[in-house]
């Protein structure tokens, strides 16, 4: 039998005896089964494992974050802005591990007429550089502005401004910019920056989802994280809006056309990542028995545990000094 998270989700373990039993369940299959894309699977959900009991370094790591808020407080004093951050949930990224498969063998196949290899169905889930993710969310309050101004337009023009200085802020303190790995650059990022950033204000995702992305090496810990950039009304499309709703049934209507186009026993590695992330998409959030953890139905959630949407590891909120009326 194929292991699955939806399996350990309801014996009352914690989030890290589920990552324990979970990954080393997983692993032991691999193994028995020479089965690659399973063991990447495995070592994968071992990284989050390692954030989760091993995170002394993260205070160390969000202070040299913190002193961006600095620079953004001394620069844009008129802007409000928030400064978050996160461990990613253990059930966002069991979803992006079997989507992530799902997606490239589908797209890899509809291109070539062929099935990619397993090292580079491995190379998909080693692209999963959001374990840990520091969201910068800006906005211009309303009497900061005069009339006949486009608030849209001015946000865009000091979002991108933010983006282009922090490449160079955060090198400077030990963290390395890596590559996005697309070919599709940035119109409005500046050009010494393009090949980091990933660009979905200008191209949204279907869902509408809008964002600027980028990754670091964190050279002191060894750890990869991701930074995003967005406006207040961007941030209430991914969390509030249709990015976050309205996109569960097309969801099920894209992965069910994938299905077809891929026929079950055609491709083992698609039929596992597709048979998981479906049934993730069948879980009854009420009935989970995880410590800290609580749900009256999928959408009313307390979780105390990073299990289905993150663990905070910097919530900040600054107010410039103009919202907190010291003026």
Same mark, same amino acid.
Request: with cysteine; charged share 30%.
């Given at each position: 039998?194929?292991?699955?998270?939806?399996?350990?989700?309801?014996?009352?373990?914690?989030?890290?005896?589920?990552?324990?039993?979970?990954? @080393? @369940?997983?692993?032991?299959?691999?193994?028995?089964?020479?089965?690659?894309?399973?063991?990447?699977?495995?070592?994968?959900?071992?990284?989050?494992?390692?954030?989760?009991?091993?995170?002394?370094?993260?205070?160390?790591?969000s202070q040299k974050i913190r002193e961006f808020y600095k620079y953004m407080a001394d620069k844009y004093p008129f802007l409000a802005f928030t400064f978050k951050g996160?461990?990613?949930?253990?059930?966002?990224?069991?979803?992006?591990?079997?989507?992530?498969?799902?997606?490239?063998?589908?797209?890899?196949?509809?291109?070539?007429?062929?099935?990619?290899?397993?090292?580079?169905?491995?190379?998909?889930?080693?692209?999963?550089? #959001?374990?840990?993710?520091?969201?910068?969310?800006?906005?211009?309050?309303?009497?900061?502005?005069?009339?006949? @101004?486009?608030?849209?337009?001015?946000?865009?023009?000091?979002?991108?401004?933010?983006? #282009?200085?922090?490449?160079?802020?955060?090198?400077?303190?030990?963290?390395?910019?890596?590559?996005?790995?697309?070919? #599709?650059?940035?119109?409005?990022?500046? @050009?010494?920056?393009?090949?980091?950033?990933?660009?979905?204000?200008?191209?949204?995702?279907?869902?509408?989802?809008?964002?600027?992305?980028?990754?670091?090496?964190?050279?002191?810990?060894?750890?990869?994280?991701?930074?995003?950039?967005?406006?207040?009304?961007?941030?209430?499309?991914?969390?509030?809006?249709?990015?976050?709703?309205?996109?569960?049934e097309k969801r099920q209507e894209k992965e069910r056309a994938r299905r077809e186009k891929i026929p079950r026993g055609e491709n083992p590695y698609f039929d596992d990542?597709?048979?998981?992330?479906?049934?993730?998409?069948?879980?009854?959030?009420?009935?989970?028995?995880?410590?800290?953890?609580g749900a009256i139905d999928n959408t009313l959630i307390n979780d105390g545990c990073g299990l289905y949407r993150g663990r905070l590891i910097l919530p900040y909120e600054?107010?410039?000094?103009?919202?907190?009326?010291?003026?």
């Amino acid at each position: 039998m194929m292991n699955m998270l939806n399996d350990y989700l309801y014996k009352g373990d914690t989030v890290v005896k589920i990552l324990h039993n979970y990954s @080393d @369940d997983l692993k032991k299959s691999a193994i028995c089964n020479n089965n690659g894309v399973d063991l990447a699977h495995s070592n994968c959900l071992l990284q989050m494992l390692g954030l989760l009991e091993h995170n002394d370094f993260l205070t160390g790591q969000s202070q040299k974050i913190r002193e961006f808020y600095k620079y953004m407080a001394d620069k844009y004093p008129f802007l409000a802005f928030t400064f978050k951050g996160r461990i990613k949930s253990l059930i966002r990224l069991e979803e992006k591990i079997n989507g992530n498969i799902v997606e490239y063998i589908y797209n890899y196949h509809c291109e070539t007429g062929e099935y990619p290899s397993e090292v580079q169905i491995k190379n998909q889930i080693g692209r999963i550089k #959001d374990l840990i993710a520091y969201r910068i969310v800006i906005s211009l309050p309303q009497c900061h502005m005069k009339p006949g @101004d486009d608030r849209g337009e001015l946000e865009l023009g000091y979002l991108y401004e933010i983006a #282009d200085a922090l490449p160079d802020f955060l090198e400077e303190r030990g963290f390395e910019p890596e590559e996005s790995g697309i070919d #599709d650059r940035s119109e409005r990022i500046e @050009d010494r920056f393009k090949t980091y950033y990933r660009d979905y204000i200008e191209k949204p995702n279907q869902y509408g989802y809008q964002s600027l992305h980028i990754s670091f090496f964190d050279n002191i810990s060894r750890s990869n994280i991701e930074v995003q950039i967005r406006t207040k009304e961007m941030d209430d499309t991914a969390e509030i809006g249709p990015a976050n709703h309205l996109g569960y049934e097309k969801r099920q209507e894209k992965e069910r056309a994938r299905r077809e186009k891929i026929p079950r026993g055609e491709n083992p590695y698609f039929d596992d990542a597709y048979d998981r992330g479906m049934r993730l998409q069948e879980i009854d959030l009420s009935r989970i028995n995880v410590n800290m953890f609580g749900a009256i139905d999928n959408t009313l959630i307390n979780d105390g545990c990073g299990l289905y949407r993150g663990r905070l590891i910097l919530p900040y909120e600054h107010l410039s000094r103009f919202q907190n009326d010291l003026i």
